[in-house]
């Protein structure tokens, strides 16, 4: 791989006006299922700003938040966040304002100053995991609390959960409705709040990390080779390894790739190498970086696989 990058790494190479890029924008955001899985890539960051803060209300769906952070991750649009906070009024009367909430959080946790993220964790443990509805949002509520894990602690969240499954658990022999219940409650506490406390602490050490100690965990992590390869934290260890390529040098990162890209070729993991070397090649591209010739290779046979992945610009 050629260690010279050919030129400054960028989010996205702008390629569409502002008036098509709003309405891309606002297509994603607002379009429920029929809009586009994927936040397009190639608008003017500042459009994006734009469009959120004109169109984003505090009554919009859940959705529509849910699509926003996704948004605001990959175009980076931390200006957006005081915007956000807005929705929360400490009024979530059922599960729609819970998530919407929840997602609001998240935003706050992965890209508001910490000013925000303390707030926003506050507001964690005071309004949302007091809630009635709270226990049908609990995916988007372990979410916000790995994307706070910086300021907000699980306690209050497991304590909650912990009642819950106390209460739950006289009814269990009672009715088939009271046996969903309980076990329902009682797998988010045993699985699902265990891994997000392990994620928690992970992220933590991770981000108290200087960039060449952590680069190569953070790789394995995005290309999905760790036990925390989670959806949110792939994405998060994708914006980390961007933030060093963008703010000091590229080279080391894409370097890091390409030695991924051999690990995983020395593994023969089959099908499963595709996706992996797809995306590792990707990000090198997107990096700036330069593929040797037996890279390009196996990138070309791979990414037949398809995957839409976070370090890409939809480009070649």
Same mark, same amino acid.
């Given at each position: 791989? @050629? /260690?010279?990058?050919?030129?400054?790494?960028?989010?996205?190479?702008?390629?569409? /006006?502002? $008036?098509?890029?709003?309405?891309?924008?606002?297509?994603?955001?607002?379009?429920?299922?029929?809009?586009?899985?994927?936040?397009?890539?190639?608008?003017?960051?500042?459009?994006?700003?734009?469009?959120?803060?004109?169109?984003?209300?505090?009554?919009?769906?859940?959705?529509?938040?849910?699509?926003?952070?996704?948004?605001?991750?990959?175009?980076?649009?931390?200006?957006?966040?005081?915007?956000?906070?807005?929705?929360?009024?400490?009024?979530? $009367?059922?599960?729609?304002?819970?998530?919407?909430? +929840?997602?609001?959080?998240?935003?706050?946790? @992965? !890209?508001?100053?910490? @000013?925000?993220?303390?707030?926003?964790?506050?507001?964690? @443990?005071?309004?949302?995991?007091?809630?009635?509805?709270?226990?049908?949002?609990?995916?988007?509520?372990?979410?916000?609390?790995?994307?706070?894990?910086?300021?907000?602690?699980?306690?209050?969240?497991?304590?909650?959960?912990?009642?819950?499954?106390?209460? +739950?658990?006289?009814?269990?022999?009672?009715?088939?409705?009271?046996?969903?219940?309980?076990?329902?409650?009682?797998?988010?506490?045993?699985?699902?709040?265990?891994?997000?406390? /392990?994620?928690?602490?992970?992220?933590?050490?991770?981000?108290?990390?200087?960039?060449?100690?952590?680069?190569?965990?953070?790789?394995?992590?995005?290309?999905?080779?760790?036990?925390?390869?989670?959806?949110?934290?792939?994405?998060?260890?994708?914006?980390?390894?961007?933030?060093?390529?963008?703010?000091?040098?590229?080279?080391?990162?894409?370097?890091?790739?390409?030695?991924?890209?051999?690990?995983? /070729? $020395?593994?023969?993991?089959?099908?499963?190498?595709?996706?992996?070397?797809?995306?590792?090649?990707?990000?090198? !591209?997107?990096?700036?970086?330069?593929?040797?010739?037996?890279?390009?290779?196996?990138?070309?046979?791979?990414?037949? $696989?398809?995957?839409?992945?976070?370090?890409?610009?939809?480009?070649?």
């Amino acid at each position: 791989m @050629d /260690s010279n990058p050919i030129g400054p790494v960028v989010i996205t190479i702008v390629r569409y /006006s502002e $008036a098509e890029g709003r309405q891309l924008i606002a297509g994603f955001v607002f379009g429920g299922k029929l809009g586009p899985p994927r936040v397009p890539r190639g608008v003017e960051p500042e459009i994006v700003s734009r469009v959120i803060l004109e169109q984003l209300r505090p009554d919009s769906s859940p959705d529509a938040y849910e699509r926003t952070v996704e948004l605001i991750r990959f175009y980076e649009r931390a200006n957006v966040v005081p915007h956000m906070m807005s929705a929360l009024n400490g009024n979530e $009367a059922n599960v729609r304002d819970v998530r919407r909430s +929840a997602f609001v959080l998240q935003a706050a946790g @992965d !890209l508001g100053s910490e @000013d925000i993220a303390v707030r926003a964790s506050q507001y964690f @443990d005071t309004r949302l995991v007091p809630s009635p509805s709270v226990l049908d949002a609990l995916p988007q509520m372990f979410d916000a609390l790995l994307a706070l894990s910086l300021v907000a602690s699980p306690t209050k969240l497991a304590q909650r959960i912990q009642d819950e499954v106390a209460k +739950a658990a006289p009814n269990q022999n009672a009715s088939e409705e009271g046996m969903r219940n309980y076990q329902r409650l009682a797998s988010y506490q045993r699985n699902d709040l265990r891994k997000v406390v /392990s994620l928690v602490d992970n992220r933590k050490r991770l981000a108290s990390l200087q960039p060449e100690y952590r680069r190569a965990e953070l790789v394995e992590i995005y290309l999905g080779q760790s036990a925390f390869s989670t959806a949110p934290m792939q994405t998060w260890a994708a914006r980390l390894l961007r933030a060093e390529a963008m703010t000091s040098q590229p080279a080391p990162v894409a370097a890091e790739f390409a030695r991924a890209i051999d690990n995983i /070729s $020395a593994q023969h993991l089959g099908e499963a190498a595709d996706l992996m070397i797809s995306r590792a090649a990707q990000a090198i !591209l997107y990096l700036k970086g330069t593929l040797s010739e037996q890279h390009k290779a196996m990138y070309e046979k791979a990414k037949q $696989a398809g995957g839409m992945n976070f370090l890409w610009d939809d480009l070649g």
